[in-house]
């Protein structure tokens, strides 16, 4: 899959975008109705005719609106939530002020999205071992790809493209790993902890000639250098 | 004998890893785990009473704990923190890649391989934490850390990081000392040891 180009994806949500559902139609309640389902009873034991229930369609139109069935259903519903809270952390991460405030709302807001989607809520009290593999092997790799590739666009107004990805990743890895292994010491989804996780680990990585790329200053009122800026990204 | 108690238990999970590195994780049976390891299938429930589950299970637990030894065995000697961390990367790294099991695995097999090594996980972080905790403790008396770091919430960050970089290196090929150079001097360790020139 390409990655979005700011250009590409605005001003349309990349949840639309990369599935092909636009919200409103008949697909995307069918593709809610999975959601709801998979936030009451586990993925597993969703069945079709659960969905047209509760999309209050008949089955056979699930049937047409998705040939593929149930995996295909599954598939596109994973796809278009992941981008659906994407969406909603760029929306968010615009109003940001500084790197140290992006960085921290990336962390705070994706745990607590991330705690708070039905399916995956489901998965941590009933499939534990569903919610691992999930986040397991390439489909981590490909989710963090995803991440990545829609989330850094709206940090290039702080940093160069190569350290506005870096960041995003790094801050998608602390989101996933705190949320499969929580500590209780650490609760990300409170701003001030994220905040002081961002500020002891991260923010650091980016005050001195950062490895490999072009320097960066953390004062807004520097930013950014034009080498950096990317085409689509005007705000 | 205890001693055969281990070694008959280690028997048997030697011949469910070959038995593994064969067919994957769900093309095997205990009758061929007990062909593969020379004993019957009563001796294997003897071991094993709640059967392949429980096989599959410990086994996973059993080959973590030797792959993360092997880590450990690697970076022992070196002396400071970021280098343990680059070996320990590309160590861990080229082991994985050198698995036949990694390797034969087919996607199927990702959930089934993600339930057994499931029970391991927060095993894994303990032990990579106590490890992190007392290196973090030792770098610190010898001051080479910033001021002002935790080492309790330092080395849960590093062990974080590691398992997650491990997990997916998100396009660092950390095998490559100088790309795992970078990485580590500035996702794992900018915000907790000093840079030389400040101590």
């Known amino acids: ?235 | 004998m205890p001693e055969s108690v281990g070694g008959t238990r280690e028997q048997i999970m030697r011949g469910a890893l070959r038995c593994v590195e064969r067919t994957g994780l769900s093309g095997f049976s205990l009758e061929d785990v007990a062909r593969e390891s020379g004993l019957s299938r009563t001796s294997i429930y003897r071991y094993f009473p709640q059967g392949r589950q429980q096989l599959i299970t410990e086994t996973a637990t059993w080959e973590m704990a030797r792959f993360w030894t092997g880590v450990a065995e690697a970076v022992n000697d070196l002396d400071s923190l970021e280098d343990r961390l680059v070996v320990g990367l590309r160590v861990g790294t080229e082991r994985i890649r050198s698995s036949r099991i990694m390797a034969n695995l087919m996607d199927p097999d990702l959930d089934e391989l993600a339930n057994a090594l499931g029970p391991t996980e927060p095993l894994v972080n303990i032990v990579i934490r106590d490890y992190m905790t007392a290196l973090l403790e030792a770098e610190a008396a010898a001051g080479h850390l910033r001021d002002g770091v935790q080492v309790d919430l330092a080395a849960d960050y590093l062990t974080r990081m590691v398992l997650s970089v491990m997990a997916s290196p998100a396009g660092v090929d950390l095998t490559e000392e100088s790309q795992t150079r970078a990485l580590v001097r500035r996702e794992f360790i900018s915000g907790i040891v000093a840079p030389p020139d400040s101590s």
């Open chain 1, 1 to 235: 899959m390409s990655p979005i180009t700011g250009e590409a994806v605005a001003p349309s949500r990349a949840a639309d975008v990369l599935t092909g559902v636009d919200s409103g139609s008949t697909q995307a309640k069918v593709l809610d109705a999975v959601v709801a389902c998979a936030g009451r009873w586990g993925i597993d034991k969703t069945t079709v005719d659960d969905v047209a229930r509760e999309a209050g369609v008949s089955r056979a139109t699930v049937y047409r609106l998705f040939p593929g069935g149930k995996p295909a259903m599954v598939h596109l519903c994973t796809v278009r939530e992941v981008a659906g809270m994407l969406d909603d952390l760029v929306t968010r991460i615009e109003t940001c002020t500084d790197l140290d405030d992006v960085l921290t709302t990336i962390l705070s807001e994706g745990s607590r999205m991330v705690e708070q989607q039905p399916a995956i809520a489901y998965m941590r009290s009933h499939e534990p071992a569903a919610l691992r593999a999930f986040f397991s092997f390439d489909r981590l790799d490909r989710l963090f790809e995803l991440i990545t590739s829609l989330v850094s666009p709206s940090l290039h107004r702080f940093l160069g493209a190569d350290d506005a990805a870096a960041a995003v990743t790094w801050c998608a890895r602390l989101v996933v790993s705190h949320s499969l292994n929580p500590t209780e010491s650490v609760e990300l989804s409170d701003r001030s902890a994220a905040s002081e996780l961002v500020r002891s680990f991260i923010l650091p990585g980016f005050e001195s000639g950062p490895v490999g790329s072009g320097g960066v200053t953390l004062d807004p009122q520097h930013r950014p250098q034009s080498q950096f800026q990317h085409p689509g990204d005007q705000t």
